[in-house]
T-cell receptor, first 113, second 111 residues
Framework: DGGITQSPKYLFRKEGQNVTLSCEQNLNHDAMYWYRQDPGQGLRLIYYSQIVNDFQKGDIAEGYSVSREKKESFPLTVTSAQKNPTAFYLC????????????FGDGTRLSIL | DQQVKQNSPSLSVQEGRISILNCDYTNSMFDYFLWYKKYPAEGPTFLISISSIKDKNEDGRFTVFLNKSAKHLSLHIVPSQPGDSAVYFCAASFPGNQFYFGTGTSLTVIP
């Protein structure tokens, strides 16, 4: 069954620590995205990648980093520079052709210890 | 600046009645519009979409209307069912596949 898998579902970060959120898709999609959702807010774009080995900053990229070494994988690292990391993180993917919906994973909830 | 806006944070509707969720956008370059449904602690699920060359798209109980002159999008759910209770996000994109999302409307369908 094709889909997007995010892990872990819950993650805790200590002060000064970097943590990495995993996102894997088996939909053969070219484009992948990371969003952050805070209570009462919409989805805000952190980073996106249209192709392997290439990615662009979204609206709130500061304090985050990504890599795209494989088509099916797009991990997000929340660095210690991100001062307010507590949020729900969503990964999405879509095909290269325009006018296709994004498919989402079930998200990772990140909290500060 | 929020390019896609959902001005109603919540909506309550009686079971069997029509639910109408609204969305406004500012960028006239958007050419593809979508609605997603989201339950707590889960990812959004794609519901229905519409291209800018159309003004209406139906899928079962769900119909999306697009008014380009008013830059307005709406989702109609008829008849509403308790299982429709969720947060609904509208989204818009233009060529290049970057998507912009509204802040969501929480729909409660009362049995």
């Amino acid at each position: 069954d094709g889909g997007i898998t995010q892990s872990p579902k819950y993650l805790f970060r200590k002060e000064g620590q970097n943590v990495t959120l995993s996102c894997e898709q088996n939909l053969n999609h070219d484009a992948m995205y990371w969003y952050r959702q805070d209570p009462g807010q919409g989805l805000r774009l952190i980073y996106y990648s249209q192709i392997v080995n290439d990615f662009q900053k979204g609206d709130i990229a500061e304090g985050y980093s990504v890599s795209r070494e494989k088509k099916e994988s797009f991990p997000l690292t929340v660095t210690s520079a991100q001062k307010n990391p507590t949020a729900f993180y969503l990964c999405a993917s879509t095909g290269q052709i325009s006018n296709q919906p994004q498919h989402f994973g079930d998200g990772t909830r990140l909290s500060i210890l | 600046d929020q390019q896609v806006k959902q001005n109603s944070p919540s909506l309550s509707v009686q079971e069997g009645r029509i639910s109408i969720l609204n969305c406004d956008y500012t960028n006239s370059m958007f050419d593809y519009f979508l609605w997603y449904k989201k339950y707590p602690a889960e990812g959004p699920t794609f519901l229905i979409s519409i291209s800018s060359i159309k003004d209406k798209n139906e899928d079962g109980r769900f119909t999306v209307f697009l008014n380009k002159s008013a830059k307005h999008l709406s989702l109609h759910i008829v008849p509403s069912q308790p299982g429709d209770s969720a947060v609904y996000f509208c989204a818009a994109s233009f060529p290049g596949n970057q998507f912009y999302f509204g802040t969501g409307t929480s729909l409660t369908v009362i049995p």
